[in-house]
Every structure is written in structure tokens, then in C-alpha cells.
């Protein structure tokens, strides 16, 4: 079986790139077909190795690499009782790679037909979809919090990157769940004290120092949260939800301006407007304004060469 493979596999390799050279010799704007088969080929390659990282696949992957390699150097070194072995071991292989890992190939061809499979690939719908998910879970965590007067600071990333406030605290790089958010600003806990960044639909980090806002105009009544909040609206486009200990009152810092005790409703409309809404509507008309851009180019480029063609015959 191995033999096999590896011989179709070598007149597979020739034939193709007997076809290539062909092709390029005949029209050398082949070569951008070429490329985008070997880009294709390499993301391909990219999202597997990105789906069984992690786990139990990965190690049956290695496994069956080193017998190939194995079995290939047994056979140049014409060790032929250890090649027989690692042969018949290959041939029987396939067969019981499909009834142990039966239930991953299922899901598997599964998430063919799913947005799971879909949104590994980043598309923008995909990511306001999960963008919105976080901001429901984050409106649950500041929901629970408010219920029991547990102070807590959560800041969500825009288009501006705030690395440097990341860097300040503990990094986590963790799904957003209401449950671990709630968690983090349990009183007396290591990472209660600080604020919770979300960025790239991720908890980033926790126990991070805010800039503080020092406007004069600012309310002498609010604490240190509700400062730092506005602080990081101001010097950023992220959005602030800062639950009070003493109140346990929600409130949202955006654009350095504070709204003070929001219902659950009403923050989640202002996170959605905000950060989903606004954020990928304008990206999508920024998309399709290039794209159009970029048809114009081209059909002012296909007319001038008409002309050019016109011209020529014309002489």
C-alpha cells in the first residue's frame, strides 16, 4: 500500500508539473493561476494543522508520519523483513484509524455543512455574529454582578488597539463566559482589583491599570472605576461597562462621556449599536467602495487597451 501510494504519488507530482511547465511555456499569465492552486493548497494545509492541534489527532498524525518515514528508509536501505512488517502495519492502519477515530471523522464532515466550519475562516459575519454572542455574556456577568454589589470593570477593544493597557495586567487569552467574568471581580481574589479587557473576542487580560480620567467636570461622588472608565474611553474608542460596589449600579463610559445606571436592555443596545452595528456596517462599505474602486480601474484599464488595439489596426 505504501509502494503504491508513494508511486502515485511520484507520477501524480510528475504529471503536474509537467502540466505547469506546459502551461507557463503557452501563457506566462498562467503563473498567477499557479500561485493561487500553491496558496490554496498551503491555507488548506494551515486549517488542518490548526483543527487537530491540541489534540488526540495530533498524535496519531505523528505516529503515522514516522511509520511512512520508517517504512520509505526500510525500503532504501532494503531492510525487507522490517519493510514487510511496517507494510502489512500501514495496510492494516487505515483501517483502524477509521474505527477508533470514528466519531472525530463524523464531526468532522459534520462541520462541513455547519457555520462552525464557516466562521474558521473569519469571515466578517461570522465574527459579528460571535461579537455579539461575547456582548450577551458580558451583559449577563455585569447583570450578576449589579445583583450582588460586586464591583467590576470591563473593558471591550474597538478598531484602536490598547496592547499597552493589556500589558499592565495578568494575561489570559480565554473565552468570554459570564461565569469566569463574574468569577475574576469576586472580592479578596488575586484579579479582582483592576480591569478585564476584551479584545479579538478573547479575555485578554486581567488586573489591568486604567488611565484615570482628572477632568474638573467629573462628578466628585464617583470613584476610581468609574475615573478609570472614562480615562480609557477618552484616550481610546473601547467601551467601558463599570459596575458600582456601593450601588451596584451599570454603567458605560464611551467617547469620554459616562451613562449613568443602565438597565440590562439598555446596555445591551449600547454595546450592540457600538461595537457591532457601527463597527462592521462601516467596514463593509469601506470594503465595498475599494471593490468598486477597483472595478473602475480595470474597465478604465480594458477600454484604454481597446482604444490602444483601435488605434493599431487603424495604422
Not at 116 to 129: E, P, V, W
Request: aromatic content about 4%.
Amino acid at each position: 500500500m505504501v509502494r503504491s501510494i508513494s508511486s502515485n504519488g511520484t507520477s501524480l507530482y510528475s504529471k503536474n508539473m509537467l502540466n505547469m511547465l506546459k502551461s507557463v511555456s503557452e501563457n506566462p499569465l498562467n503563473i498567477v493561476t499557479i500561485i493561487l492552486d500553491v496558496v490554496i493548497v498551503l491555507f488548506l494545509v494551515y486549517c488542518f494543522v490548526k483543527i487537530v492541534k491540541g489534540s488526540r489527532a495530533l498524535q496519531l498524525i505523528k505516529g503515522i508520519a514516522f511509520l511512512i518515514v520508517a517504512t520509505w528508509i526500510s525500503g532504501l536501505l532494503n531492510l525487507y523483513i522490517l519493510n514487510s512488517i511496517l507494510t502489512g502495519i500501514m495496510n492494516w492502519g487505515v483501517i483502524a484509524i477509521i474505527v477508533i477515530f470514528q466519531p472525530e471523522l463524523r464531526r468532522a464532515l459534520e462541520q462541513l455543512g455547519t457555520n462552525k466550519f464557516i466562521r474558521f475562516f473569519g469571515l466578517d459575519s461570522d465574527i459579528a455574529t460571535k461579537t455579539k454572542e461575547d456582548i450577551y455574556k458580558v451583559v449577563i456577568a455585569a447583570t450578576e454582578l449589579a445583583k450582588s454589589k460586586i464591583g467590576a470593570l470591563i473593558v471591550l477593544e474597538r478598531d484602536i488597539n490598547i496592547q499597552d493597557i493589556i500589558s499592565t495586567g495578568v494575561p489570559m487569552n480565554s473565552e468570554v463566559s459570564p461565569q469566569l467574568l463574574v468569577n475574576i471581580f469576586v472580592p479578596k481574589t488575586p484579579l479582582h482589583d483592576g480591569a478585564v479587557i476584551i479584545s479579538n473576542n478573547k479575555i485578554a487580560a486581567a488586573a489591568c491599570v486604567l488611565p484615570l480620567a482628572d477632568d474638573p467636570d467629573i462628578a466628585k461622588e464617583l470613584g476610581t472605576r468609574h475615573r478609570a472608565a472614562i480615562g480609557i474611553s477618552k484616550e481610546s474608542d473601547s467601551i467601558a461597562v463599570v459596575i458600582s460596589e456601593e450601588t451596584g449600579k451599570i454603567s458605560v463610559a464611551k467617547d469620554g462621556t459616562l451613562i449613568a445606571d443602565v438597565r440590562e436592555d439598555v446596555l445591551k443596545k449600547i454595546l450592540i449599536s457600538n461595537i457591532v452595528t457601527k463597527r462592521f456596517t462601516e467596514k463593509d462599505m469601506e470594503r465595498k467602495g475599494k471593490i468598486s474602486k477597483l472595478k473602475q480601474k480595470l474597465i478604465k484599464q480594458n477600454n484604454k487597451e481597446k482604444v490602444e488595439k483601435i488605434k493599431e489596426n487603424d495604422k
